[in-house]
């Protein structure tokens, strides 16, 4: 069983940055593909960003937003730069056991509770 923990949200004034982390206890961690997604007020869950080997992000957060991970410490990142009110959503860590980079939620086998983030204009 894998728990995703996210961690990293906060308040930021638009324009600024974040990171966001997410840990996940497996010991095959370097096999999982892994993903942030979002879901905004009163809108549905949408993909922003994946990896494994390689990435794959939303047109929307391109340039702006990187992923990375650092497998020895199963960890993975987002560091969110040039941040804007509609980036405003509860973020979520998702983990596929099938190693896909993958933007389709069910896909994702394992997801965190979430960490809030709040862009101010």
């Known amino acids: 069983q894998v728990q995703p923990i996210e961690s990293g949200g906060g308040l930021v004034e638009a324009g600024g940055s974040l990171r966001l982390s997410c840990e996940a206890s497996?010991?095959?961690?370097?096999?999982?593909?892994m993903a942030w997604f979002r879901q905004a007020p009163g809108k549905e869950r949408e993909f922003v960003a994946a990896?494994?080997?390689?990435?794959h992000y939303a047109d929307s957060v391109k340039g702006r937003f990187t992923i990375s991970r650092n497998n020895d410490e199963n960890m993975i990142y987002l560091q969110m730069n040039s941040l804007k009110p509609e980036d405003t959503a509860v973020y979520y860590c998702?983990?596929?056991?099938?190693?896909?980079?993958?933007?389709?939620?069910?896909?994702?086998?394992?997801w965190g509770q979430g960490t809030q983030v709040t862009v101010s204009s």
């Open positions: 998702a983990a596929d056991g099938y190693g896909r980079v993958s933007e389709l939620q069910y896909d994702y086998d394992y």
């Open positions: 497996v010991r095959t961690f370097a096999n999982y593909g």
């Open positions: 990896i494994r080997w390689s990435t």
